[in-house]
């Protein structure tokens, strides 16, 4: 446990301190929210998840961005484990970082791929019979519409996979759905 506790320390840290954009300069301060409905894969699950995904842009180049940010998840429905039914819902809660590969298709619409990833923290096990901390990985299309030079819309396709990355004893969780997207200057 004080391994666990040590980890979620430094991702922490890393977090707040590596550097990124000055938080002082607000002319740039986008802000990325994308919401998340996923189903399961495996019809041993029946879960839906349901993600709230908060970005901020740290690294920029051509074609390429980086983001950290913070991501909100409400899995709820229950699993088959050992021929029996469990509830498996559960709320988390953790550090993401995410890596955009955009292509600017016309004045207005860009086509991308991403591909993001974090540690998760839950309020119970999850999914049942697990841990209460989990890595959460999603990678999928996105189309995006710019309406202004500030603010744009996306939506996209998103694959997740979610487990705890142990040899032992690992009941992972996969889900594919849909994912709605709004960046603004807040």
Known sequence: MRRFICLVMAINFLLIFMPGMSYCYAADSKVELDWDY?????????????????????FETKDRSVYRGLTVTRPYGSINLEQQTQDSSAVGVGPTYMVRYEKHNSGKLSTALEVSGG?????????????????????????????????????GYMLMHVSNGLRTHNPSYNAKGLSLGFVTNF
Do not use: C, Q
């Open 38 to 58: 996923l189903t399961p894969y495996d019809s041993d699950r029946d879960l839906d998840t349901v993600s709230l995904h908060i970005f901020k842009k740290i």
């Open 119 to 155: 540690l998760i923290i839950y309020d119970k096990t999850f999914p049942a019979g697990g841990k209460p901390y989990n890595f959460m990985w999603r990678v999928g299309p996105r189309f995006i519409y710019k309406i202004s030079e500030s603010s744009s819309v996306n939506i």
